[in-house]
């Protein structure tokens, strides 16, 4: 049965956490296939944008100078309000090796990716400049072709190049399937980059750049490097196909020959035989064995088998599924309802989480007919098809 759901799933999603900026915003799809039961590989594409805003009044002073005229001097700034807004935009890919199953999948690998845009949007209001003449102990704030007085607020724009990001991923979640091909997942996800996209300098924010006849201001933003990383929540909505792969069909089983009645001399009647169990000359496809008094299929070996069941019905369309729940004892010690119950509970885990329609599971309560297998507390499930009676 392992390779018996080699299917394929896509699914779009949204992300939103928080970056080494402030925010992340991550919408993106991707499709997953899986060549072995519940493993299998995912890729696709990712939009992340990052930014934060800053906000707050600054001042500073540039080193040691020359203004035109030959003197040295030291550049002062001061600004009432200087607003920062920086912003990254990733073309992001992701390569996944994802685990799957009916209730929750985890994923990891790496995300290759691509800078679109870096930068910084900057303004501000109320900026003052003046100079500081150290050798005549002197503060100029005049004339404005040394660069010094009061300014007109201004904005602007910076871009940064930045290089390919290579990133460690992470993300796990829960599924709550909400048709038969479809399933509406909540999860976590993380990444880091293991690489910088850049690493600068940091530059003065006001600084004053001299040339023939005076001086520029120019603004420079506090963005001294870039090393992503990224922690938040993301929602999915995943559509799967069917399975590629068809299951081998079980065998038809054959009706079991009726006895041939002994002769009676007339004019005794002739009595019909007692009715015979249809599944007595063959072996179920399925057992599952109870503790004590337990009557709910819920460990790992059960839900794996009633997993297995799932594949071969939705396979078979024409498949029928015959589950008998024996008691521990004869029929006449014990409530009968108590091993019945353990029928039942396999037909409604696998119409209720697997979405198999229960009207092609048929239950029994049965006490046992082999001496040797009183004492037994099981269920035994037979898959025959629809046309064999």
């Known amino acids: 049965m392992l390779f018996a759901r080699a299917s394929y799933e896509i699914d779009v999603h949204y992300g939103f956490g928080a970056s080494e900026l402030s925010f992340n915003s991550v919408p993106g799809i991707a499709i997953s296939v899986y060549p072995v039961e519940k493993f299998g590989l995912s ?26 005229e030959g003197d040295s001097l030291i550049f002062r700034y001061s600004i009432n309000k200087y607003k920062e807004e920086l912003y990254g935009k990733i ?57 010094f007085g009061d300014h007109r607020d201004s904005t602007f724009k910076t871009k940064k190049s930045s290089k390919t990001l290579v990133m460690l991923a992470l993300e796990g979640g829960v599924k709550m399937r909400t048709s038969n091909k479809s399933t509406l ?46 922690i938040g929540f993301v929602v999915k909505i995943s559509f799967a196909s069917a399975s590629t792969s068809t299951p081998e069909p079980m065998p038809t089983p054959k009706p079991a020959p009726m006895p041939t009645p002994e002769p009676v001399l ?10 015979i169990n249809p599944f007595l000359n063959r072996k179920p496809d399925f057992i599952f064995y109870y503790p004590e008094t337990r009557t709910s299929p819920n460990d790992s ?62 239950v029994y309560a049965q006490e046992p007919e082999d001496p040797e297998k009183t004492g037994i507390r099981r269920a035994e499930c037979f898959i025959i098809k629809a046309d064999a009676f």
């Open 43 to 68: 890729a696709g594409v990712e939009y992340s944008s990052r930014w934060r805003t800053k906000t707050s009044g600054k001042s500073g002073e540039n080193p040691i100078t020359v203004d035109s």
């Open 91 to 147: 073309l992001q890919v992701p390569i996944m090796l994802k685990y799957n199953n009916d209730f929750y999948y985890t994923a990891a690998g790496v995300k290759i990716g691509k800078p679109l845009s870096t930068g910084a949007d900057i303004s501000y209001n109320g900026l003052r400049t003046e100079g500081y003449y150290p050798q005549y102990n002197l503060i100029l704030t005049e004339p404005f072709f040394q660069g």
């Open 185 to 230: 997942q909540a999860g976590v996800f993380a990444d880091y980059s293991i690489n910088k996209g850049f690493d600068k300098s940091l530059p003065p924010a006001i600084e004053r750049e001299p040339h023939n006849d005076g001086a520029n201001i120019v603004a420079n933003d506090s963005w001294k490097s870039w090393h992503p990383w990224s």
């Open 266 to 275: 007339a004019p005794e009647p002739v009595l019909a035989p007692e009715p």
């Open 301 to 362: 070996l059960h839900l794996f088998q009633i997993s297995q069941i799932a594949g071969i019905l939705r396979a078979e369309p024409n498949l029928r599924l015959h589950c008998f729940g024996y008691s521990g004892e004869q029929i006449s010690e014990i409530d009968e309802a108590a091993f019945f119950q353990r029928a039942l509970h396999i037909r409604y885990t696998l119409s209720n989480f697997y979405g198999i329609d229960e009207r092609k599971i048929f």
